[in-house]
C-alpha cells in the first residue's frame, strides 16, 4: 500500500512539473513569437496595438510565474516545536546530526508501528504538496486558456477598428 501511493504521488509530481514545464515553453514561444521579435515577430509590425500587446505580455508573465511556482520546491523556514521530526524527508531532519539520524532509522526498523506511521505522515505531506502544484497548475492553465482568449478577442476587436476607419 505505501509503496503504491508513493509511486503514484511521485508520478504526479513529475506530471505536473512535466505540465508546468510545458506551459512555461509554450508562454516563452507567445512572447518571443510576437512581441519580442523586434524584426521578424508579427506585433512589430502593427502600430497602435500597444493595449493587446501589454495584454499579450502580463498574461504570459502571469501565467509563466504561477507555473515557476509549481515546479520550485518549497522547503519550511524551521521546524515547529510540536511536530514530529519526519525521519523520510530531509526537508524535516536536516537540523539533526548524522548520529541522530542513524539512531532514529535505526530505532524505526524495530517497530513496525513507528516506521507505518513515519510513512503515513510522509504520504500526508507529499499529498498536501501535491495538492499545491495541482492547484497552482491549475490556475496557470486558467489564466492561459482566458486570458489567451480575450487578447485574441481584443486583437480581433483592434483590427477590425484599424481596418473600419
Not at 107 to 117: G, K, R, S, T
Amino acid at each position: 500500500m505505501y509503496y503504491v501511493n508513493y509511486a503514484t504521488n511521485l508520478s504526479l509530481s513529475k506530471m505536473a512539473d512535466h505540465k508546468a514545464h510545458i506551459l512555461i515553453g509554450l508562454n516563452l514561444f507567445l512572447l518571443s513569437f510576437f512581441v519580442t521579435k523586434k524584426h521578424l515577430g508579427i506585433l512589430a509590425r502593427m502600430d497602435g496595438y500597444i493595449i493587446p500587446n501589454v495584454l499579450l505580455i502580463a498574461s504570459c508573465l502571469v501565467s509563466i510565474v504561477l507555473c515557476l511556482r509549481v515546479a520550485r520546491p518549497v522547503l519550511s523556514t524551521k521546524k515547529k516545536a510540536h511536530e514530529p521530526v519526519n525521519w523520510f524527508f530531509f526537508d524535516s531532519f536536516k537540523h539533526h546530526s548524522v548520529e541522530e539520524f542513524h539512531k532514529a532509522i535505526f530505532d524505526l526498523q524495530h517497530n513496525q508501528h513507528a516506521v507505518h506511521e513515519a510513512m503515513s505522515r510522509d504520504l500526508y505531506w507529499m499529498g498536501l504538496s501535491l495538492s499545491r502544484k495541482y492547484r497552482l497548475l491549475t490556475m496557470a492553465y486558467r489564466v492561459f486558456i482566458y486570458c489567451q482568449l480575450s487578447t485574441a478577442l481584443v486583437y480581433f476587436a483592434f483590427f477590425a477598428w484599424h481596418h473600419l476607419h
